[in-house]
């Protein structure tokens, strides 16, 4: 653990705090990360997509387990391809997207075929977009199986017994959803949000495939900062990382905090 995750941490902490020298300057370069527009602009658009992903596979999530949760002719196929995209690598899943949904792609050549659009100039814009869409349906697409499966393990367990006997005692399908099966899934599906949008929040792959070039998230910036030839960028690598990790470990700490029993409730 220190190797892989707090010396890494230090020594961003530490480049954070000088030049490109190796000169110590002291929280100059802080200040002019964190007083730029790139930054703030970079940082509310990151948690933007990374939120509005998350909340999606989620609710998709959700959808997906409920209508799995039974036993049906062929649910084993069915379950195999809900679990498909565990299996592929972010940048295929990126690349998959910008074949089927870029203004060149696939969809764009079916509707042209089939007369809804005239051209590919009609279809639209889904890819390297400023607004994210493109980032939100592949990060969507590509976690939902993750919070899926993890509610689906809940559902297929004992929360049948337990609707089951909701409905013998007269409890409607809403009811028994609100107050039987979504008090049990809900930890599960904490859980699993909270990694899909670190994932999100912090991925590489999927923004430079599917990312706008004019509007980038931090982990661009912070890659192209810090592979800068003349190096005189680094140092505002350094303070992106820190940045980022802050973040992360902040939503962390908050949900363990809002998770964690009660005083009054460990007596």
Known sequence: MAVGYVVPVIANVIGSLQDAQGNFVGVDNWVSVLTSYYFIDSLLFTLKVALISTALAMVIAVVCALALRRTFVGKKLVVLLFQFNLTIPRMAAAMMLLLLLSQTGMLSQLARFLGITQGTAD?????????????????????????????????????????????????????????????????????????????????????????????????????????????????????????????????????????????????
């Open 123 to 267: 279809f639209p814009y889904l890819i390297q977009d400023q607004a994210g869409l493109g980032l939100v349906i592949a990060f969507t697409w590509k976690f939902f199986p993750y919070i899926g499966m993890s509610v689906l393990g809940i559902l297929q367990g004992a929360s049948l017994e337990y609707e089951d006997q909701a409905a013998v005692l007269g409890v409607g399908r809403f009811k028994r959803f609100w107050h039987v099966t979504l008090p049990l899934i809900v930890p599960a599906t904490s859980i699993a949000s909270i990694i899909v949008f670190t994932a999100a929040f912090g991925d590489y792959e999927i923004p430079m495939v599917l990312g706008s070039p004019s509007h980038r998230v931090l982990s661009i910036y912070t890659y192209l900062k810090y592979s800068d030839p003349a190096m005189m960028n680094r140092p505002e690598s350094y303070v992106l990382m820190v940045c980022m990790i802050v973040v992360l470990m902040a939503i962390i700490l908050v949900y363990r905090h809002l998770t964690m029993p009660k005083e009054e409730d460990r007596r």
